[in-house]
Each structure stands twice: as C-alpha cells, then as structure tokens.
C-alpha cells in the first residue's frame, strides 16, 4: 500500500513564527488531505488538496503530484495552533485514507 | 446541531469482556469509518462502510466486528479477540461522491 512520510516529526515555536510541515507519499494519489488534532483528539479537516495550492487565512497548502509531496504552511502561529498535524492520501480505487503519523507542533506563547 | 456524535467518550473493558462504541451521524453521509489511534501514531482504518448493510475490512480489522443496519449508525464492536484493544477510537463519515471526512469527538478504551 501506499506508504506517507511526515517532517518534522515534532517542531517547537514561540508565537508568531511561519512553519513548514511535509507530508512524502509513496505513489500517485487522487486524493490528499491535511488534518488537525487538538489536544483534546478532535480531528478537523483543513484542506482537500491532491494537488495544486490553496489558502485560508493564515494556513496554505501545496501539493506537487508529479514530485508526490505536498506542504502546509502555517503563518504568524498563535497557541491555538498548537496540535498534530496529519497528511492522509488516498490511492486511484482505494476508497480510504493512509494516514502519515503526523507532525506535532507546540507554539509557545 | 448536524454532526457525528461519539459515546462514551471513556470507556473501560476487562479482560475477557466484549465491549461496543456507539457513532451516530446526522448529516446523511453515506460512507462511515472506524480508525484506531495509539500514542504517538497515526490513524488505522479497522473498518469502513459505504453503504447500508454492507462493509468492508480495513487494515486493521482482526478482533473486531461492525454493522450497518441504518444510514446514521455504524457501531464497533471491539471482541475478546482483539489482544491489544487500549486505544482511541475515532469514526468518521462522508458523503458519497465528496473526498471530505467529518470526525467525530472519539472514544478513548482502556483495559483493565
């Protein structure tokens, strides 16, 4: 099955910083997300992004297929922030998500 | 409210003892799925469903069983089979024809 890298691993920032997470995939994907989970588990979607690049606020994605990588930024971190940040990728056919094991980031005030 | 709804949020099983965790949604998504979470690790598929009455097995799905008898429910039973079963148990829902997956708040199991 496919197989999804995250880096860093763990990242520690004060409040304010830019940050860049990396999610590697293994083969071609037809479907790309990037989750975040608060401390307390809940899992939110951020972005649906198998590939190209797309902005929210202070949070963008990008995803360059042809090099199976994609990238979410975080601008001017707040504590909020803080969390595990996971990329999952979806294979053609697949129907379901291999979830990378996630980027923990704390943002310290 | 429209969401998915998780219960208990704790939950402790004995050696030994079948337990079962409720998830119930209320967006009419048709596809729901079940995802196993240990410390410091991502999220394992056990089971998923895309619709009523059927399922399909995960990565993961070996001393566990589900149904999917109603369109807003997908429980998980977790058996005495399952030999490693202290986890955090998320589900999630989609709607068909959409890449987005709703979470709900999960379910955290220990075993005493």
């Known amino acids: 099955g496919i197989q999804v890298e995250q880096s860093p691993p763990d990242l520690i920032l004060q409040e304010g910083a830019n940050s860049t997470l990396r999610c590697n995939f293994s083969d071609s994907v037809n479907n790309l997300q990037w989750f975040h989970q608060n401390p307390w588990g809940q899992l939110i979607n951020l972005f649906y992004i198998p590939s190209g690049t797309k902005q929210n606020g202070r949070l963008s994605a990008t995803t360059v297929a042809t090099e199976r990588y994609s990238l979410l930024y975080i601008s001017s971190s707040q504590t909020t922030d803080s969390g595990v940040y996971f990329c999952a990728v979806d294979g053609f056919g697949n129907e379901k998500l291999t979830f990378g094991t996630g980027t923990r980031l704390t943002i310290i005030p | 409210d429209g969401g998915i709804t998780q219960s208990p949020k704790y939950l402790f099983r004995k050696e030994g003892q079948n337990v079962t965790l409720s998830c119930e949604q209320n967006?009419?998504?048709?596809?729901m799925y079940w995802y196993r979470q240990d410390p410091g690790q991502g999220l394992r598929l056990i089971y998923y469903?895309?619709?009523?009455?059927?399922?399909q097995k995960g990565d993961i799905a070996e001393g566990y069983s589900v149904s999917r008898e109603k369109k807003e429910s997908f429980p998980l039973t977790v058996t005495s089979a399952q030999k490693n079963p202290t986890a955090f148990y998320l589900c999630?829902?989609?709607?068909?024809?959409?890449?987005?997956?709703?979470f709900g708040p999960g379910t955290r199991l220990l075993v005493l």
């Open positions: 469903s895309q619709i009523v009455n059927d399922f």
């Open positions: 999630a829902s989609k709607l068909q024809g959409q890449e987005t997956q709703y």
């Open positions: 967006l009419n998504h048709d596809a």
